[in-house]
């Protein structure tokens, strides 16, 4: 926010820019009493709008304020519990053709197993969810030692309503267990209508 202000002491009713759907629905749940409008640009741009007043705040990445040299403009920093990442969401795709198989053993040298293997079963469980880009979904794994960490997410539009599930389980059950997530949380979407 221009006044540095954390969400919880954002004035009521004031306006809180977001292009993200799993944004502003887990914005609106934890307050709902704000407003929220379409805020989209660079960090630049967005910073811009903030101080012109277009809106009271906004959400950026840290990693982008860090690369800009723009850390001291943070006021709060979420956690995955508070606000759930979208799946893949910092990871770094590369494709090639699968008969340029000497391109592909070059990219296996720079891939970084325990990434992939993360948005692979993050991926997996927006398989088995089966949202849409007009689904407020987030999905989060992690890994330490032979537990596997995971942090899930799905709202209603409006904040209203949402379901986060926090599980740690073992590598081995890790897979049918975020199966078994994606299963229930899509029965929880068609109960409200999503």
Request: a positive charge.
């Amino acid at each position: 926010s221009h006044n540095n202000t954390a969400l919880k002491d954002l004035p009521q009713g004031a306006t809180f820019g977001t292009c993200s759907l799993r944004r502003t629905s887990q914005i609106m749940h934890l307050r709902p009493d704000l407003q929220t409008t379409l805020f989209r640009g660079n960090i630049q741009t967005r910073l811009q709008k903030i101080k012109e007043g277009e809106a009271s705040a906004t959400m950026l990445a840290m990693a982008g304020l860090n690369r800009m040299t723009l850390s001291d403009r943070a006021c709060q920093i979420f956690s995955p519990q508070e606000l759930t990442p979208c799946a893949g969401q910092g990871a770094i795709g590369i494709v090639c053709l699968q008969e340029k198989k000497d391109l592909s053993d070059i990219l296996q040298t720079i891939n970084h197993g325990p990434s992939f293997n993360a948005v692979s079963l993050e991926r997996t469980f927006l398989e088995y969810i089966d949202g849409h880009c007009g689904t407020p979904i987030g999905a989060l794994i992690t890994f330490e030692g032979q537990q596997t960490h995971v942090t899930a997410c799905v709202a209603t539009v409006d904040g209203k309503s949402l379901w986060r599930e926090n599980l740690t389980l073992t590598s081995k059950t890790a897979p049918s267990e975020i199966i078994r997530l994606g299963k229930e949380m899509k029965q929880w979407l068609h109960k409200h209508n999503l």
